[in-house]
């Protein structure tokens, strides 16, 4: 009986480093080693021999392609889908990456990325759909109808309807169903399996037929996939554990806090309940000094009481519905 020939694995390594800058929350692009011209995450193989670990081989990787040295780091998921990683009639070993989330402040890295081909750029550039700060984001208007019209089927697949116009309610808030801030791998899983992104059509899958204006700008390989479960965990991780202030300056105002987390979550909070929430949850306490860079009355500087961490198991910012 002749063997089944193994087909050969490897085992990726790459980083949604996150930073948030002028109120905006940004991602970390790096240059494609084989010149591809699309954007891309920082990523390269794990090496046994050289990696003990495969964080250690991460932060090696980061260190090569953007010449930081990140700080909180925590893995996402391990992606395998075969076409995802592969370029267009890749025959090569199959892919399988393993995603991480990281935080880091800008301007701590600024004369590193000088050095590198690297730097951050917006991350709604990518997802404009998720930015709803302002209301609802305009480019809804190209997209649900679409998915819509996706939803429904055609004559050769009625089966699929039915759960093709549960998922696009529950991620499109399609119905009046509530937008969820935390669906956005959903949201954007909905999009290439409709065909909708750039990406599909780059894998081979067979696109939708729809005139609609390009959705965000594309990535490379399979990495705005990754960046969306990067973007939901940072999300979700906001309401139970203290992840902003990986991202905050060591003093700040209580207005920069909210408009850091306004800027991850892709909503508007009002004022006067964001501050009963950080009053409630003791997450900050003041330092004693103001701030006169806001332009008008000086503001009271604070900073994370590193205490609560051992106060309770879940000290995060318990965000209720949409303000």
């Keep these: 009986m002749a063997e089944t020939p193994l087909t050969p694995i490897e085992v990726g390594l790459t980083a949604a480093i996150v930073a948030v800058e002028a109120e905006e929350p940004h991602i970390l692009v790096a240059a494609d080693p084989k010149s591809d011209t699309r954007a891309g995450l920082p ?21 090569a392609q953007t010449a930081i040295n990140v700080g909180y780091v925590e893995q996402l998921y391990t992606f395998g889908d075969r076409g995802r990683h592969a370029r267009p009639g890749d025959t090569g070993a199959h892919m399988i990456s393993v995603g991480y989330l990281a935080l880091t402040r800008m301007s701590d890295n600024a004369a590193a990325l ?34 819509e019209q996706w939803a429904r089927g055609g004559r050769d697949d009625p089966a699929r309807s039915p759960g093709r116009r549960e998922r696009l309610r529950r991620c499109f808030g399609v119905g009046g169903s509530p937008w969820d801030e935390e669906k956005v791998l959903d949201r954007y899983e909905l999009l290439y399996a409709a065909g909708l992104v750039e990406e599909a059509r780059r ?84 330092t004693g000094e103001t701030s006169t860079t806001t332009g008008g009355r000086p503001a009271a500087l604070f900073r994370f009481r590193r205490e609560v961490m051992q106060e309770r198991p879940a000290p995060g910012l318990r965000l209720g519905g949409r303000s």
């Design 43 to 63: 990523f390269g193989p794990f090496d046994p021999l050289a990696h003990r670990t495969f964080e250690i081989g991460l932060r090696a990787w980061v260190a």
């Design 203 to 286: 894998d081979g899958r067979e696109a939708f037929r729809a005139k609609i204006p390009p959705l965000g700008e594309p990535m490379r390989l399979d990495h705005r996939r990754i960046l969306a479960t990067a973007i939901a965990r940072l999300r979700a991780k906001l309401k139970y554990r203290p992840v902003v202030f990986e991202l905050m300056p060591d003093e700040f105002t209580l207005t920069a806090l909210q408009r850091t987390v306004e800027a991850i979550s892709g909503r508007h909070l009002h004022k006067q309940n964001f501050r009963r929430l950080v009053e409630t949850a003791a997450l900050v306490e003041p």
């Design 114 to 147: 000088r050095a590198a081909a690297a730097g951050f750029e917006p991350w709604y550039q990518y997802f404009p759909w998720e930015d709803w700060r302002a209301g609802r984001p305009d480019i809804l208007d190209a997209i649900v109808p679409p998915l």
